[in-house]
């Protein structure tokens, strides 16, 4: 049986100034050894580490399809189970993007009223991942 394939990388915002860590079939301890190998920001890794602390069912995802963590700091971590290319997880992609997004664009820019920017913004992240999930690249 072949080994899920373990995708992890660090996703831009396009237009907006956030990035956010994408995981997919990776757990949280995998990702805290991409943030200290990639050398991100010292306040992310702590942060990574304090959620490995935080949600030791978290490791991996076994019940949830994905799960978006977030700070007050406005550091923002996105899980996925391992690539599957069907309706189901496309969906699970969508669901938990929007939930980025309420958290970036409403809480953080305070730009909630900005309706077009959410929906170019879900547009462009969708697009951006669902490459880089697939082994298409970004575009």
Do not use: C
Request: aromatic fraction near 12%; proline fraction near 1%; hydrophobic fraction near 40%.
């Amino acid at each position: 049986m072949k080994k899920p394939k373990k995708v992890i990388f660090v996703q831009g915002w396009g237009i907006w100034q956030h990035d956010t860590l994408v995981l997919v079939g990776a757990s949280l301890l995998d990702g805290l050894a991409y943030a200290k190998k990639k050398k991100l920001k010292k306040e992310y890794v702590n942060w990574l580490a304090s959620l490995v602390e935080e949600y030791p069912d978290k490791h991996n995802l076994h019940t949830d399809q994905g799960a978006v963590f977030s700070s007050s700091a406005g550091r923002t971590l996105l899980m996925l189970k391992e690539f599957r290319n069907d309706w189901d997880y496309w969906e699970t992609l969508l669901h938990e993007i929007i939930h980025l997004i309420d958290f970036v664009i409403s809480e953080q820019v305070n730009a909630s009223n900005e309706k077009e920017a959410r929906a170019y913004t879900a547009e462009y992240l969708f697009r951006q991942i669902r490459r880089k999930v697939s082994g298409l690249g970004s575009v």
